[in-house]
């Protein structure tokens, strides 16, 4: 049995377990001579030396192949197990511990309690996709799309918000009889999900099982601007991926702004920082549009909608986009007549686009009578 000093995010049984393979039986213990800090702009702490201090914790004894998934999960984000002496109400007992390679920066004092309420479940949820590669790449590697493990996450924790049932049925996930998801498939940047599920049938009963697969992406905020003074709005332009493998001949393609809701993101500020990424743009104000689903019947991808009020006069053409993103776009402003009849032609061909500027078209007598 090998024996860990866990002083930050492992001490949460569920995610310990995830990543273990196993319950933890912990000891109360506590190191001298140190704190618990958070990383700054980070959602995991840090063990630092401090004298006077005393970095609460606890003990746990672990097999050799919880250990080795342990050391697989913290290595890949540059932290090294370390032999240091803690104390104990039965006395003194030397352990590992898990320290960083480097000096972050830091936050305030680590609060466990705290970092439960509000990061738990997305991390539980992408150390699953992590410990998923174990024994089959290595740390680093298996730490590469972190960001979007756990921007998955998030989008799941947003998903239990629902939406209203004025109309639809009240049946919910909780009346599903019978829901399997397979292990494997396809992980990396989007996940393929085999599953086996029966619910419940307008008719009465339940339907057969039946098995389909899924395309497990992530939330989205999508942003459209619009200048009500000159009744322009900005759209952007790019090469895409989906027409391409879809055999289009004009892979580039008009859109909203749009980018990946990250981990803790509100939609409404990721739909700000994309319109300064992909277009250099400000935006004044926001409009909540539409919530929806991209494509319900196989896809998890959802959109948060939003239109932006900006100040559009005499802006023109702007190349933007992230280097690191191999990102290359051509902003588009334009007069929201010409976009309405791009529409009407069949140039606008990415459904988001449409919706939103169709939305527009019913709330833009008020919003010009406003500018």
Known sequence: MTRYFLYGTLRHPELFERVAGTPAKAERASLAGHAVHWVAGQAYPVLIAKDGSDADGVLVDVSAEAAARLDFFEEGFGYRPETVTVETETGPREARVYLSDTRPELGALFDIEDWASRWATVMVSAAEEVMARYGKTDADAAHALWSVFCARGWAREMAAEGAPHALRTDMGRGDLPRLEIAEGGHDGFFRLRRFTVSYPQY?????????????CAFDAALVLPYDPVTDQVLLIEQFRYGPLMRGDPGPWVLEPIAGLVDAGEDPMETARREAVEEARLELSDM???????????????????????????????????LDEENEDIRSHVISFDAAMGLVETGEVNAGPLAMMLLWLARERPALRTGA
Do not use: N
Not at 206 to 212: D, I, K, N
Not at 298 to 316: I, N, Q, V
């Open 203 to 215: 008719r009465g009963g339940y339907s057969e099982a039946v098995t389909r697969e899924a395309f």
């Open 287 to 321: 409009r909540p549009m539409l919530k929806v689903y991209a494509s319900p019947g196989y896809s998890t991808e959802y959109f948060h909608c939003f239109l932006g009020l900006a100040d559009l006069a005499g802006r023109g053409t702007v190349l933007a986009g």
